[in-house]
């Protein structure tokens, strides 16, 4: 067993011989103790390359070994995959570099820090780090003084630590690569905690990943500064304590993006400092937070170019619109300033997803409780991803009190966005109100209802053909024709299925067999497949009545009578004679064709007083 270090105690054993007496002290070895801690530092002695025993004060590095990297002249390089170490320490001057190749996998750190880089120490890696993985590594899994980068295909893997997964405590800490903390296993109070005066650059390219702490995601601490131009997800799996952001120094999001989660207070806590927001950051976007910022004396400046998404609660004291766009929602979702906000140079980007009119779910919504200032720059930018009903409106703004007016208005549609216009307006003072135009969902051409006579007779009687065309459709489902007597109350009389979305002319038919005596009304409800619907113009078609001038005689009769009227209706028709209880006794079908018409009525067998009825 290597490196095996030995426990030794001292027992006195007697013995007793009969020529008298003799002491005889034995060492007596209790055991070994397994691996225990130990050391190894690099020499160089024989080159550069890690895996070379002797370069080491005590050979390669293995799981138990505490690692020191000095300031001597050959620089350890790692190249390979299967090194480990128990901590490792790099002093002043030392340098270690992991190349694309390399692995080291630190774990069981009894001390600080699983990786330890002091003042004029650096760390270059272009490989891979795992702290953490199966054993504990201290109060921290990286703790740096120095330079540390983790360039482009780097990757930092740390879990396990008691405070913080990675503190960079003065110097320069550099990301290009990928750093996880927290993944698997808590970090304790803090996922990154950039502490004293360090400067921590996520460049372009870095991506940093943080789970599993239990107060902030990222500690930005008193005279620390904080650069992202890339990636940083915070909560994107798991709980990260009370805030995503902790910012107590100057921390700027310049060009990359922020997706902060799972923080319970808040998504940022601004403390006697300035978060300055030029890019894209997005809080709450997968577990809702009731707070997006809250603050002890700091500000949010949402510069130019900087987007800030979210549904909850800003600090409006705290909070400065300097050219940036506010995104309520994910969408839709409303974003509440708690107090006065100026608007004025700030734009507000509005989606509008649903067909009703409730905010926070069928669009975005500002609410501020005070005076919003609208004019100077203030810019609105809607977006349309759904078929809107011509003149609907959304409220999109509501204070105590709205100033001023949006300076700037734009509109777009996205997947079935129909919009062709928008306008607004302030009603009572407080609100800023969208009013949209949209085509109707079908462009009707015309409609038209015909009598079409039986056997080509040019009078009464026959069917009712109704046609229409569409120059084009907007998902539409069909039409229901509808019939009414008095245009106002509507039967439905039946359904012809429509074209869906279309530009192209189509030609629609539909017959009334049975029309109605006297004027038939009708119209045609168009519905579409959301739900939506329109009503087209009425139209209306007499029909001929049967008429009047019946005539029965000789009255009274009996034996053979003659039936006569005066009638324009064309078609058939049915004669019927009642008793006096109103019970049916006798019919006869006619054939009527307009004008006088005469026929012979057999009454042999009935009982007198019965009445002809038409």
């Known amino acids: 067993m290597k490196k095996m270090v030995h426990l030794f105690s001292t027992n006195t054993v007697a013995s007793s011989f009969m020529a008298g007496h003799f ?15 130990t050391q ?17 004060s005590a050979g390669v590095p293995d799981a138990a070994d505490d690692v020191t990297i000095n300031d001597v002249t050959n620089d350890p390089t ?24 390399g692995v080291l996998g630190i774990n069981g750190a009894t001390g600080e820090q699983g990786l330890r880089n ?20 201290g109060t921290f899994g990286i703790l740096s003084y120095g330079t540390f980068n983790n360039n482009s295909g780097g990757f930092i893997n740390i879990d396990r630590s008691t405070e913080s997964g990675l503190r960079p405590q003065g ?30 650059n996520n460049n372009t390219g870095g991506v940093v990943n943080i789970d599993r702490s239990t107060e902030f995601g ?53 403390n006697s400092s300035t978060l300055t927001n030029s890019a894209t950051l997005t809080i709450g976007a997968l577990v809702a937070m009731t707070n997006l910022i809250t603050s002890a004396g700091g500000t949010f400046s949402n510069s130019t170019g900087g987007t800030l998404k979210g549904t909850g609660n800003l600090p409006a004291s705290n909070f400065t619109n300097a050219g940036g766009t506010l995104a309520p929602g994910y969408s839709a979702g409303i974003m509440t300033f708690n107090a006065s906000e100026d608007f004025s140079n700030s734009t507000m980007s509005i989606e509008v997803i649903g067909a009703g009119g409730v905010a926070g779910t069928d669009f975005d919504k500002i609410a501020v409780t005070g005076t919003a200032t609208l004019g100077g720059t203030s810019t609105l930018n809607l977006v349309f991803s759904y078929a809107a009903v011509n003149g609907f409106t959304y409220d999109i703004l509501a204070a105590t009190t709205v100033s001023g007016a949006i300076t700037n208005v734009s509109f777009s549609n996205t997947g079935a966005g129909n919009v062709t216009g ?26 038209t209802a015909r009598l079409i006579p039986l056997s080509g007779r040019t009078q009464g009687g026959g069917s009712i053909l109704l046609d229409w065309q569409t120059a084009s459709e907007q998902n539409n489902q069909g039409f229901e024709i509808q019939r009414s007597t008095d245009g106002q109350r509507w039967d439905k009389l039946g359904f012809v299925a429509g074209n869906g ?11 009334d067999e049975k029309p109605l005596p006297g004027v038939n009304y009708y119209r045609l409800h168009q519905m579409d497949f959301d739900g939506n619907f329109e009503y087209s113009p009425i139209v209306t078609v007499e029909m001929g009545r049967i008429g009047g001038g019946i005539t029965l005689f000789p009255n009274p009769a009996s034996g053979t009578a003659t039936f006569a009227l005066e009638t324009n209706y064309i078609g058939e028709a049915t004669l019927a004679l009642f008793d006096p209880m109103g019970r049916r006794v006798k019919t006869q079908a006619l054939s009527l064709e307009g004008g006088a018409f005469r026929t012979g009525l057999e009454l042999s067998g009935l009982l007198a007083g019965c009445t002809c009825w038409r």
């Open 40 to 56: 190894t530092t690099w020499t160089g002695s024989s080159g550069t390359d890690w895996a070379t025993a002797s370069n080491w």
């Open 422 to 447: 928008v306008s607004l307006s302030y009603p009572g003072g407080n609100t800023v109100r969208v009013t949209v135009s949209s085509p109707l969902p079908v462009e009707l051409v015309n409609f």
């Open 218 to 270: 990222i500690n930005n601490s008193t005279s620390g500064s904080f650069t992202n131009n890339a990636t940083i997800i915070i909560g994107a799996n798991a709980s990260v304590g009370t805030y995503g952001i902790r910012n107590f120094s100057t921390f700027n999001n310049t060009g990359g993006a922020i997706n902060i989660d799972r923080s319970t207070t808040s998504g940022i806590s601004l």
């Open 118 to 137: 002091n003042s004029g120490g650096t760390v270059t890696n272009s490989g891979t780090i795992t702290i953490g993985a199966t054993a504990s590594n």
């Open 171 to 200: 110097g320069t800490f550099t990301n290009e690569g990928t750093i996880n903390i927290g993944v698997n296993f808590s970090v304790g109070n803090n996922g990154l905690n950039v502490n004293g005066s360090s400067t921590f």
């Open 501 to 511: 979305t279309s530009t192209a002319e189509h030609e629609y038919v539909f017959w």
């Open 78 to 101: 790692l190249s390979t995959a299967g090194a480990v170490a128990k901590s490792v320490t790099v002093n002043g001057g030392g340098v270690l570099t992991i190349t694309a190749a």
């Open 23 to 37: 002491w005889l002290l034995l060492p007596m070895m209790f055991g070994a103790m397994g691996n225990l801690s």
